[in-house]
C-alpha cells in the first residue's frame, strides 16, 4: 500500500472508531439523563396523589420534602447537562458516519482521491472532532480501547495506536475485520 490508500485506510478506521465512541457516549449520557427525570416523574406524580388524598396540615413536611428532593434532582440534571452531552455526541456519531460513507464511497466507486480531497476530508474531521464539548468518560475510552486495538488506527483521545499490518490489505477498507 502507498501512504494515500495508508492515510485513507487510517482516516477511514478513525472515523469508524470515532462514530463507535459517540454512539456509546450519547447512549450513556441519555441513560443518564433518565435516571434522573425518571424520579422526578415518579415523584411528582406520587406529590399529586397524596396531595388530592391527605389532609392540608398533614402534607405540609411530605410536601416540603418531595419538592426539596425534585429541585435538588432538576438542578443536578442542570449542573451535569446530560441532556447537551447526549445531543453533542449523538450529532458527532452521525457527522462521522457521513464522513465515513463519503469514504466508503470514493473507495467503493474507485473515484481518483486526491491530495485535495484528502485535505477536505481532514479538516471535515478536525472540524467534528473540534465540535465536541466534552470529555469522553474513560470506561467508555478504555472499552473501545480495548475492543479494537490493533484492528483498527485508533484516534488519538484513546492512545492513537496504529492498525496490525497483519489487517492491512491491499484494499483496507473493503477488507477491515469484523469486530465483535
Known amino acids: 500500500m502507498n501512504q494515500l490508500e495508508i492515510l485513507i485506510d487510517d482516516l477511514y478506521d478513525r472515523s469508524l472508531v470515532y462514530i463507535d ?12 439523563k433518565y435516571m434522573f427525570s425518571l424520579p422526578i416523574i415518579l415523584i411528582s406524580s406520587l406529590l399529586s396523589i397524596l396531595n388530592s388524598n391527605m389532609l392540608e396540615n398533614d402534607m405540609k413536611l411530605i410536601n416540603i420534602i418531595l419538592n426539596v428532593i425534585i429541585a435538588l434532582l432538576v438542578s443536578l440534571s442542570s449542573l451535569f447537562k446530560l441532556g447537551e ?13 457521513e464522513l465515513n460513507h463519503n ?6 466507486l474507485k473515484e481518483k482521491i486526491t491530495k485535495e480531497y484528502i485535505k477536505n476530508i481532514i ?7 473540534g465540535g465536541i464539548e466534552f470529555e469522553i468518560p474513560n470506561h467508555i475510552k478504555t472499552r473501545i480501547h480495548n475492543k479494537y486495538k490493533t484492528k483498527r488506527t485508533l484516534p488519538l483521545i484513546i492512545n492513537g495506536v496504529e492498525k496490525d499490518p497483519e489487517y492491512r490489505k491491499p484494499i483496507g477498507i473493503l477488507n477491515s475485520p469484523e469486530i465483535q
Open 85 to 97: 452531552k447526549q445531543q453533542c455526541f449523538r450529532s458527532s456519531a452521525i457527522k462521522f458516519t
Open 103 to 108: 469514504l466508503q464511497m470514493a473507495i467503493t
Open 123 to 129: 479538516e471535515k474531521y478536525d472540524g467534528i472532532i
Open 21 to 32: 465512541i459517540c454512539s456509546s457516549c450519547s447512549y450513556y449520557y441519555n441513560r443518564s
